[in-house]
């Protein structure tokens, strides 16, 4: 056509039609380079579309359906290899089902053009992964990329579904799949119009991504926008596999951004309310790692929209235990600022964190009083929780499960932060005090809950409650500060329960109990006056004074010559503060 354009607008034809002035002839020749450039845009825009078309999974599908049509030979070579390889199933597949034999004899099948011998392979590698539980050598993966890409829908389901199998019981190194070049076939397979094939595609994504190097190469592939595509499956095994996948795969910071840029918070979001608890545990999960990223969260909650945050605490009432537990988890990475934290609580979450507290799952128990813990952090929410109903259930938590650090820590924590609200004499008069101190007979010295619970019964103490907690001392108890007040190389256990046991002095029944362990007694507070930390010789000092108001300890004082170690101290005070006085004076001067 541009030919023809060329010929009947040429200059020597329109002169022919009579004389045209210069001007005309200008605007003539600017026509036919207007012409000739919208031609040659033309041309490239119709070759890039039918690249683009001619790469589609659709007409791989097509040409898949229409080469059925043709048969292909079977050439001698694979007749003969054939037979041998079936005499083997039948004679030494038990012997050597990966010898070097039946390795050359995969080859020829799987490379074969014909799909009854690529079927054979398939169903060889098929019964290996699901009867044999066996390593598989490097050199047995080759087969898999001529198979993987088979036309045949047979092949493609039998080799896929035998990798997923060598993946899922470890006889394949993960790794090694993607750099022998089997992440394309898997990911192109992603698009396959047959469900089974779309499952068990997914289902090595899934499990192949739980590598870092992996999840890069994946992410390289374009493989998360097929993913998400799937995600919407009706077919719920491709459903739970490719949000499985995308759970791993949010493990990773690079590929959390090219998800949230591809669309995938909203998907996720709305999975949340799926009728298949699985794909709920999965999305609540790959969100719950998304959140871990502040940077996500205004995407995640935009003011205009709070349907991820009712979600997630409805979700909180799941009658599955690890749904409710991931729910807990994401609603705590999200809990970062004040005014998220008051939309939660304006949504009714605190009653329905009440209720797990008592759940039969270790995972739901811990999960929610960490998320319990977060919200007693802000002073805003610290009367809302410090009612009779949750210190009642803390206190017995603590006393159900005093041997669980993480359930004794974040429990101690949170009535420490809800002690320095007005309410603490509703924690003085609950389970909570006996709670903490039955917690110290059960937990490790080395366990930092024995930290959280020794400065919560500190701080109890400075507030007075005193006088309830020497209601629940007895001789194990009394013991087990004393002894910790004595283990200096745990430093702050050590002082805290000191400050406990300065804090009880001068009640009777606590002085009873504490006669008993006066030598341990001296024993520490000789290491605090010698400390060379300020506040345990003060700490020292202060129990020492207070000790000597009673005949018995103030004679033992006097035979261990406690009275000679505090004049050593004063003396090296009295001398500190001539230095500092002399320094003073320096600078004024």
């Known amino acids: 056509m541009l030919q023809e354009l060329n010929s009947v607008c040429s200059p020597q034809n329109v002169l022919r039609m009579g004389q045209l002035c210069g001007r005309c002839m200008q605007l003539l020749r600017d026509f036919m380079a207007f012409v000739q450039r919208m031609s040659s845009d033309l041309v490239q825009g119709i070759k890039e579309c039918l690249t683009l078309i001619s790469k589609c999974f659709c007409l791989k599908q097509n040409s898949s359906k229409a080469s059925q049509l043709y048969k292909p030979i079977l050439q001698p070579h694979e007749r003969v290899t054939a037979q041998e390889f079936l005499q083997h199933i039948e004679t030494g597949f038990e012997m050597s089902p990966i010898g070097r034999d039946p390795l050359e004899a995969l080859r020829t099948l799987a490379f074969s053009e014909n799909p009854g011998l690529q079927q054979s392979a398939a169903l060889y590698y098929l019964h290996m992964s699901q ?26 389901q039998m080799s896929s579904l035998s990798l997923v199998n060598f993946l899922l019981e470890g006889n394949i190194d993960k790794e090694l799949v993607v750099q022998m070049g089997l992440l394309e076939p898997i990911l192109d397979l992603l698009e396959s119009e047959d469900a089974t094939v779309q499952c068990n595609s997914c289902a090595c994504t899934m499990t192949l991504a739980v590598s870092e190097s992996n999840r890069e190469a994946i992410g390289a592939a374009q493989g998360l926008t097929p993913l998400l595509s799937l995600a919407n499956s009706y077919d719920p095994r491709v459903q739970q596999n490719a949000v499985g996948a995308i759970l791993n795969l949010t493990q990773s910071e690079k590929i959390q951004q090219v998800l949230c840029k591809e669309g995938a918070l909203p998907v996720l979001a709305l999975l949340l309310e799926s009728p298949d608890s699985e794909v709920q545990y999965y999305s609540c999960a790959a969100l719950s790692n998304v959140a871990a990223n502040v940077q996500y969260h205004e995407a995640m909650l935009r003011p205009s929209n709070r349907f991820l945050l009712r979600t997630l605490i409805s979700l909180l009432s799941s009658s599955v235990d690890k749904v409710s537990s991931q729910a807990c988890v994401c609603l705590r990475n999200l809990a970062t600022s004040v005014d998220i934290q008051a939309e939660m609580v304006a949504e ?105 619970v020794t400065s919560c019964l500190a701080e109890l103490a400075k507030q007075g409650a005193t006088l309830h907690m ?28 000191a400050s406990i046991i300065q804090h ?34 003060q700490l020292g ?45 320096q600078e004024d001067s």
């Not at 603490?424 to 008069?429: A, D, G, K, S, T």
């Not at 101290?569 to 006085?581: A, I, S």
Request: glycine share 2%.
């Open 541 to 585: 000092i202060s129990t020492f004074c207070r000790l000597r108001e009673d005949p018995e300890f103030l004679l033992e004082f006097r035979e261990s010559q406690m009275a000679k170690l505090l004049e050593q101290l004063r003396q090296q005070t009295e001398e500190t503060q001539e230095l500092l006085r002399a320094a003073i004076c």
């Open 131 to 156: 009867h044999m539980n066996i390593s598989l050598p490097v050199e047995h993966l080759e087969p898999f990329y001529a198979l993987l890409r088979s036309a045949d829908l047979e092949v493609q």
């Open 348 to 452: 009714d979450v605190l009653p329905k964190l009440h209720a797990l507290l008592a759940s039969g799952s270790e995972d739901v128990r811990r999960a929610s009083i960490a998320l319990l813990w977060i919200l007693s952090e802000h002073p805003h929410n610290q009367d809302t929780l410090a009612c009779a109903e949750l210190l009642q259930s803390l206190g017995m938590l603590l006393l159900a499960h005093k041997t669980d650090p993480v359930i004794v820590g974040h429990t101690a924590c949170i009535i420490k932060n809800l002690s320095l609200s007005k309410n603490r004499q509703r924690i003085i008069e609950s389970p909570c005090v006996e709670g903490l101190l039955q917690t110290m007979l059960s937990t490790n010295t080395e366990e930092d809950s024995l930290h959280y």
């Open 504 to 537: 009880m002095i001068g009640h009777e029944k606590m002085m009873l109990l504490l006669k008993r362990h006066i030598r341990d007694i001296q024993a520490y507070l000789k290491n605090f006056l010698t400390h060379r930390e300020i506040r345990f010789q």
């Open 470 to 497: 020497v209601q629940w001392m007895n001789e194990p108890l009394t013991k087990c500060l004393v002894r910790l007040a004595g283990q200096l190389e745990h430093t702050e256990p050590s002082f805290q329960a």
